[in-house]
């Protein structure tokens, strides 16, 4: 199972990835949104996790981006305003949002899930 973690702050990113590692799963990440979607054309991932508030490009347009090459991508954007203008964005997607700040085993259930809809 490989995970690609695309957040602009490094050490939330080494923190989600630290995490993910612990429960068996292998993380690539990265702090650029645009490289991110890059490293997605080169490598399979099982799922993405997303910051919503990035330079150059917010999640949500990432996640359409995402979409567009793989219509079956498993995606859960993660967000410090996750108000509902981004859940409505989020659901018109398809992908859930979690809040920040979460707790290591709320990210964890919520990789499952998303992994578990992903063998339905």
């Known amino acids: 199972m490989r995970v690609l973690i695309v957040d602009d702050d490094e050490t939330f990113c080494q923190l989600l990835a630290e995490v993910l590692e612990g429960g068996g799963i292998k993380v690539a990440w990265t702090t650029d949104g645009l490289e991110g979607y890059e490293m997605s054309l080169y490598e399979p991932y099982d799922l993405f996790i997303i910051d919503q508030r990035m330079p150059l ?3 949500t347009e990432l996640v359409e981006e995402l979409k567009k090459d793989n219509p079956k991508a498993k995606i859960i ?35 499952e ?3 578990v809809r992903s063998k339905q």
């Open 57 to 59: 490009i917010l999640g």
């Open 77 to 111: 954007l993660i967000s410090a305003f996750a108000d509902e203008t981004l859940q409505n964005q989020s659901k018109s997607l398809g992908v859930p949002v979690l809040s920040k700040p979460f707790s290591a085993n709320r990210l964890l259930e919520l990789v």
């Open 113 to 115: 899930s998303a992994l």
